[in-house]
């Protein structure tokens, strides 16, 4: 499917939208019919929640973060667990992590797993996060793996080596890991790996990329069937490469342009009932014996 | 006569000096606008407080790259002081944005 057709679909994506891929051809269908389709679990993606936010682009921030748990709690089937994929603050600033969990206990489910974003670890270096979030990850590094109901999950860490002129990247400690990790792995298993920075080339001058991502992606291609799922460019993307499908996610805070679609990445304004169109969170559906994992946009409007 | 003029045109050159110095003192700054630091590079003398302002919608970061200091996260309008007391090249960049890097030379 053309980029532009793609981008027509989510115009309409009211009340939200199945993508599903099969043979790497994208189809579109409405919430209902995959509702009716039954899926084995689900489980939720928040992202981006950016608590401390206080810019133009959305001075009601917290309201759109209750009205994104909102829509996770109405969803037809409750999540099994909810991933959150970093920027939980913004910026660290003073108590956000506390008011977010604070926040989170609202939502209906059975366990929440965490990965950084670059604002969660800006300050300092992770020491906040990590005594956080880091407890059960490995060497509480922050990075983690799990399995589900035959499904192997991966959460990886792209924002600690943030240097002048270098944003996300995993590095060679982690990447090692992660070699170990899916060595155990059958190449039948589905991989559902997580992290902030899209492991793809999004948009590199806007730090839109990991830059040591395609060795992670390497070590996933001999799975049958992989779903990458991704924050921080506050927008729904997709890309689908062999048995690979990438999905960058919505933000609950606020939105931001499309790839040189403006003089930089900073918040996009918009009028206040598109605003609510461009936020929200997300829906994943997996299906045994159905290859590719279901993915449903939630946004609040 | 000739004595006493080159005394007071050392002295006048003196004050010259120390008011350029005091002037440059008083307010180095660096404004933080279109996720760039300007000006990119900036020379002060030894002691100088530098005073850094988010004129950016976007929050921004000014950190040490070796991480010595790091302001917050500034949000537009807020400002970030840090007073250089020794010689030498000091390069810093935004934690949240690295593309944003930038220098200050101290004298």
Redesign the interface.
Known sequence: MERRRFMQCLAWAGTGLVWAARGGVLSATTLDVAAAAGADFTFGQISDTHV??????NRDSMGTLRDSIAGLNALPTRPSFVLHTGDLS????PGAFATLAEELKAVKTEKMFFIPG??DV??D?GKEYLSRYGAGTYESRGYQSFDYRGVHFVGLVNVLS??????GALGDEQLAWLRKDLEAQSPSTPIVVFAHVPLWAVYP?W?WTTADGEQAIGMVRRFGSVTVLNGHIHQVLQKVEGNVTFHSARSTAFPQPAPGAA?????M?VEADELRRLLGVRQVQYTEGMKPLAIVERPLA | MKALIATLTAALALTLAFAAAGGAAAAPRVEIHQFKFQPAQLTVPVGTTVTWMNDDEETHTVTATDRTYTSTGLDHGEKFTHRFTAPGTYTYFCALHPHMTATIVVR
Do not use: D, L, R, W
């Open positions: 401390g936010f206080a810019g133009e682009a913004h910026g660290q600033k670059e604002h800006a300050i270096g943030y240097k002048p002129g270098v944003g001058s730090g003089p930089n990445p900073g918040p304004k």
